[in-house]
């Protein structure tokens, strides 16, 4: 866990999946999801190498008939809509201009494996040093370390999410083939969206405060339940049981938006 460098990829990989586009969908485009790529079927019978689709995009309303922007001329019109939606002061603050879409959609990937791509991420990191109560031999995390994510969590606090996962639905086509270049060539972006925010939503909430140790230069979680979490768990972990109680109710309803089946339990 690399407590030196946070990463707000919950919030800017699932969230502003939709933010960075509702500005741009409301006058300008809309778009069929390309159909997975076909795999030939083998000589003997065997499994379809292509997935069965469990969550579909549901179907745009209104949607105007303008072409999407192709992904490598993606960035311009999105940050636009950023700057639009959360102002110019997150932006400069958060977010990072090029390559969003790839960026959003690897990050998204990642958020339930052991380590998110930093280098990857769309966002920048959480301003301040983390703040640790004790010694190496003694240490808490500093509920005072909470604070340092309030900001940016109020930034998605604001946000209607019905309104962001309507602009998601419209622009999913280059998420899609984002997500396909990614390695997936039969993937299905929204299946992967709503397993990693069934993933989040899982992660538990540890009683404070919370032991850490540091066995060499960086403070991991003594716990080695904790310790084990995903990337994305370890983040809502990581921000405090307030901040990532909004995480979750936004995550929500999201995923509400763009699925009809409610998660498992």
Do not use: C
């Amino acid at each position: 866990m690399e407590f030196n460098k946070p990463v707000i990829g919950v919030a800017a990989a699932v969230v502003l999946i939709a933010a960075g586009t509702w500005y741009y969908l409301q006058s300008r485009h809309a778009a069929t999801p390309p159909t997975a790529a076909t795999v030939p079927p083998p000589a003997q019978p065997r499994e379809s190498a292509e997935p069965a689709i469990q969550h579909p995009v549901p179907a745009g309303e209104g949607a105007s008939k303008a072409p999407l922007p192709t992904l490598a001329d993606s960035d311009p019109v999105i940050n636009e809509a950023l700057g639009q939606l959360v102002g110019a002061a997150a932006m400069k603050d958060y977010w990072l201009p090029d390559g969003v879409v790839r960026r959003i959609v690897v990050t998204v990937d990642n958020l339930p494996r052991p380590k998110a791509a930093v280098q990857k991420r769309p966002t920048g990191t959480v301003a301040g040093a983390i703040m640790v109560d004790g010694d190496e031999l003694h240490a808490t995390l500093d509920p005072r370390n909470f604070v340092r994510y309030q900001p940016w969590v109020a930034v998605i606090d604001r946000l209607d999410m019905r309104q962001l996962a309507g602009a998601y639905l419209h622009f999913y086509p280059l998420l899609q083939q984002a997500y396909q270049d990614l390695g997936y060539p039969n993937g299905y972006f929204n299946d992967r969206l709503v397993q990693v925010i069934d993933h989040l939503l899982a992660t538990p909430q540890p009683a404070q405060p919370i032991a850490l140790v540091r066995p060499n230069v960086m403070y991991t979680y003594a716990d080695p339940g904790l310790e084990s979490r995903s990337a994305g768990q370890k983040l809502l972990i990581r921000m405090g049981p307030d901040n990532a109680a909004v995480i979750k109710a936004k995550l929500t309803e999201l995923r509400a938006a763009v699925t009809t089946a409610p998660p498992k339990r």
